[in-house]
């Protein structure tokens, strides 16, 4: 199994505590975020992923607005740069123990952030990453198989 993700909510799984839209919403992404953490691939995708296309039947569904794609486009520039990969879509991707500290890392500094910009949540995850990324669903992940 793959898990479908577009490149901002790279940056989202980082910070989720297990709060939503909706239980249902919530029991999705937990899931997500426990596959992540047990070492499944992900695979980059444009639009709507596993985490907001059970969205897609509210009224003006946020992950279809064009900030949403943005943070997509400033998300893939700046993982890209960082992890030192080539994040387009169609693209896979396995967060490794190392990998994860360095996104917490970059996201506390600032350098990744710039997709965050004018996000009504971006206050509440500055608190996350200033209290040391707890307590957040995917807290820690499985290191590679050899
Ligand atoms: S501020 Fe918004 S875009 Fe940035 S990680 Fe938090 S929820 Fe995601």
């Known amino acids: 199994m793959t898990v479908r993700l577009r490149a901002h909510h790279l940056l989202c799984m980082l910070t989720y505590q297990g709060k939503g839209y909706s239980p249902a919403f919530i029991a999705g992404v937990d ?5 992540i953490g047990e070492g499944e691939e992900i695979s980059l995708v444009q639009g709507p992923d596993d985490i907001c296309s059970p969205l897609l039947p509210d009224s003006d569904p946020h992950c279809l607005r064009e900030s949403a794609q ?5 998300s893939r520039s700046d993982l890209s740069a960082l992890l030192g990969v080539c994040l387009e879509t169609g693209s896979s991707i396995r967060i490794d123990p190392a990998m994860l500290e360095t996104m917490r890392a970059a996201f506390s500094s600032g350098l990744t ?7 009504e949540w971006r206050e509440l995850c500055d608190s996350i990453a200033q209290d040391d990324f707890r307590p957040v669903v995917l807290a820690t992940v499985k290191a590679a198989q050899t």
Do not use: K, N, P, V
């Open 70 to 74: 943005s943070r997509d486009e400033l």
């Open 31 to 35: 899931a997500i975020a426990t596959r």
């Open 113 to 119: 952030r710039r997709a965050c910009q004018g996000c």
